[in-house]
């Protein structure tokens, strides 16, 4: 009889492919529709067809979102020029910045550094386990000086959004 082991391989956020495939549509949708009513004013050349396909690929860099993985003792996030990582296991500093758009900062004692949104975290309670359970590590072995405090309301949060989508599946709210 086979035991089932917890997964040590690295979780993705699950809801990326979903994302990125919006930003080639409406990539593609923005190429389409240059280029037709380009067509239909007589005025569409080579160059111009290529220039707006040029303006197609950065509507498609704009928009796709970054890609964030995590493992044991590790958060990446992948954009489309860089990767960047931090040990979650080892962190010195988490700061949370507002306005128009809210992202989460996480440096590391390595001076390794990254932002992400927190929105992710919400949306993939895979992402959040690994980063919650780096964060006790580095409580434990005393690395972690500012921010534990964002991440306690962060989790907070989490905790509370999980227990109301339970809830309203199971159709007690």
């Given amino acids: 009889m086979r035991t089932s082991r917890p997964s040590t391989g690295p979780v993705g956020d699950r809801h990326w492919r979903g994302r990125a495939r919006l930003a080639a549509g409406c990539a593609v949708v923005f190429c389409a529709m240059t280029m037709l009513v380009d067509w239909d004013a007589l005025t569409l050349t080579v160059t111009r067809a290529l220039l707006w396909l040029a303006l197609s690929c950065a509507v ?62 919400h949306a993939d309670p895979l992402l959040w386990h690994e980063l919650d359970t780096g964060v006790r590590r580095s409580l434990e072995r005393g690395t972690l000086r500012q921010g534990t405090d964002v991440l306690l309301r962060l989790g907070h949060q989490i905790d509370d959004e999980t227990a109301l989508a339970v809830l309203r599946r199971s159709g007690l709210s």
Avoid: I, K
Wanted: contains cysteine; aromatic residues 6%.
């Fill in 60 to 121: 498609f860099t704009v928009l796709l979102p970054p890609r964030v993985t995590a493992g044991p003792g590790w958060l990446a996030v992948r954009g489309p020029l860089r990767r960047r990582m931090v040990h979650t296991d080892a962190l010195a500093v988490v700061h949370q910045y507002g306005g128009a758009s809210c992202h989460l900062v996480l440096r590391d004692v390595y001076g390794n550094r990254l932002e992400l949104d927190p929105r992710t975290l």
